[in-house]
Nanobody, 125 residues
Framework: QVQLVESGGGQVQDGGSLKLSCAVT????????MGWFRQAPGKEREFVSA????????DYGDSVKARFTMSRDGAKNTVYLSMNSMKPEDTAVYYC??????????????????WGQGTQVTVSS
C-alpha cells in the first residue's frame, strides 16, 4: 500500500519561510517522478515542483522559481519543499504526489497516481 504523508504546513508572515515534508511508504521515491502541487480556495490545482527519477533534475513553476527548493532524502524516503520569501499568494493546501509518466508530462496533475492528504500553508501580510 502506497502512502504519502505531508507535514510542516502552518502560518507564516509575508517574507517568511517554511519547509514541508512528504514521507513516502510503499514505493521508492527515486523510482518515480515526485511532484508538489498546491490548490488555493476557488482555484485549480497548480504545479509547484517536480524531480525526475533519480533526482538529478528539478523543475519549478514560474510563480515559485528562485524562492522554493525541492529536495529528497533516499534514506528516509522523503521529499521536501523549502519555501522562502513567501507571499500571501502562496497560501494554499500543498500536496505531494507520485507519477509514473514520462518526465515531459511532469506538470500534468491528472497523471499523478498517488497523492498525500495535503497540508495547509497560510501566508499573512
Amino acid at each position: 500500500q502506497v502512502q504519502l504523508v505531508e507535514s510542516g504546513g502552518g502560518q507564516v508572515q509575508d517574507g517568511g519561510s517554511l519547509k514541508l515534508s512528504c514521507a513516502v511508504t510503499g514505493v521508492r521515491i527515486y523510482d518515480y517522478i515526485m511532484g508538489w502541487f498546491r490548490q488555493a480556495p476557488g482555484k485549480e490545482r497548480e504545479f509547484v515542483s517536480a524531480t525526475n527519477r533519480g533526482g538529478g533534475t528539478t523543475d519549478y513553476g514560474d510563480s515559485v522559481k528562485a524562492r522554493f527548493t525541492m529536495s529528497r532524502d533516499g534514506a528516509k524516503n522523503t521529499v521536501y519543499l523549502s519555501m522562502n520569501s513567501m507571499k500571501p499568494e502562496d497560501t494554499a493546501v500543498y500536496y505531494c504526489a507520485v507519477s509514473r509518466s514520462p518526465w515531459g508530462l511532469r506538470r500534468r496533475d491528472s497523471l499523478y497516481i498517488y497523492w498525500g492528504q495535503g497540508t495547509q500553508v497560510t501566508v499573512s501580510s
